[in-house]
T-cell receptor, first 114, second 112 residues
Framework: GENVEQHPSTLSVQEGDSAVIKCTYS??????FPWYKQELGKRPQLIID?????GEKKDQRIAVTLNKTAKHFSLHITETQPEDSAVYFC?????????????FGAGTRLAVHP | NAGVTQTPKFQVLKTGQSMTLQCAQD?????MYWYRQDPGMGLRLIYY???????DKGEVPNGYNVSRLNKREFSLRLESAAPSQTSVYFC???????????FGPGTRLTVT
């Protein structure tokens, strides 16, 4: 069935280190992979996304890579800062009855320690 | 441009009571969604509406009903609330096809 697995569930790093979060998906027809950041008590907000026709996308300290053959994609945050502390969700689009819907991973709680 | 708005922000219900959560978007999006997020958990899709006039079940539809009132508004109804429905409810909207979903601020619901 429709499934997105996300690892790790928690991640603790020192300020300035890099953080990597990995996701796998099951539907080979998926072609859109967004990443959302959710701060405590706030709504999820898109931070970066990638489509299946590219293998990597970068935006300042954040990058996402996609391996369609292996059906996995990853979020990379470099030079982490305390304000990067949040829960991060990956997602993959699934086609259902001709319409697209997103299925989310379970989330990764990132803690960046000064 | 308010984006996605939800009412109420907080609600406490007794078991068996009913209520409707309201959602509206002003981005002219075709698709709208309702999710629930339990403490420390991810987002689970309850229902979605790919376009005005259509609704479909998501991952956890039991105990809920929805109405796509028009292109702007998508409501979620709990007919007989249960403690297991204590959660934060997020509404979202997106344009046509695979694209970013914009989330509302959420409704924190407690059922005692």
């Amino acid at each position: 069935g429709e499934n997105v697995e996300q690892h790790p569930s928690t991640l603790s790093v020192q300020e300035g280190d890099s953080a990597v979060i990995k996701c796998t998906y099951s539907d080979s027809a998926s072609n859109y992979f967004p990443w959302y950041k959710q701060e405590l008590g706030k709504r999820p907000q898109l931070i970066i996304d990638i489509r299946s026709n590219v293998g990597e996308k970068k935006d300042q300290r954040i990058a996402v890579t996609l391996n369609k053959t292996a059906k996995h994609f990853s979020l990379h945050i470099t030079e982490t800062q305390p304000e990067d502390s949040a829960v991060y969700f990956c997602a993959a689009v699934y086609v259902s009855g001709g319409y697209n819907k997103l299925i989310f991973g379970a989330g990764t709680r990132l803690a960046v320690h000064p | 441009n308010a984006g996605v708005t939800q009412t109420p922000k907080f609600q406490v219900l007794k078991t068996g009571q009913s209520m409707t959560l309201q959602c509206a978007q002003d981005m002219n999006h075709n698709s709208m969604y309702w999710y629930r997020q339990d403490p420390g958990m991810g987002l689970r899709l309850i229902y979605y509406s790919a376009s005005e006039g259509t609704t479909d079940k998501g991952e956890v539809p039991n105990g809920y009903n929805v109405s796509r009132l028009n292109k702007r508004e998508f409501s979620l109804r709990l007919e007989s609330a249960a403690p297991s429905q204590t959660s934060v409810y997020f509404c979202a909207s997106s344009g046509t096809g695979a694209s970013e979903q914009y989330f509302g601020p959420g409704t924190r619901l407690t059922v005692t």
